[in-house]
């Protein structure tokens, strides 16, 4: 984004957004594993809410003939949400 913004256009703002959303995505995901690692219960929703979009994602991905990128993505969205179930069940006895 750094690269097009100094190629391509100069208007910045929709690069800066894109890359300020990207951080703050970034630290939110950081901070639900964190939660999630130590046990923490309002991290379990929004981290299972998380791979269920990334499902989503990956479902489009397979549409559009991007299976090199469709398969890691629902492998790793289908085990850490499976890995978060698990968790959550373990941790209710």
Do not use: C
Not at 33 to 49: D, F, Q
């Amino acid at each position: 984004m750094i690269a097009l913004g100094f190629t391509h256009d100069k208007s910045w703002m929709p690069y800066l957004s894109v890359i300020g959303f990207s951080f703050a995505g970034s630290g939110a995901l950081y901070t639900l594993a964190w939660g999630v690692k130590n046990g923490r219960r309002w991290a379990n929703s929004p981290a299972i809410l998380a791979n269920l979009i990334a499902l989503g994602v990956a479902k489009y991905q397979f549409e559009a003939g991007v299976y090199w990128l469709a398969i890691p993505i629902a492998a790793m969205a289908v085990t850490v949400t499976a890995s978060i179930f698990i968790t959550v069940k373990k941790s209710a006895k």
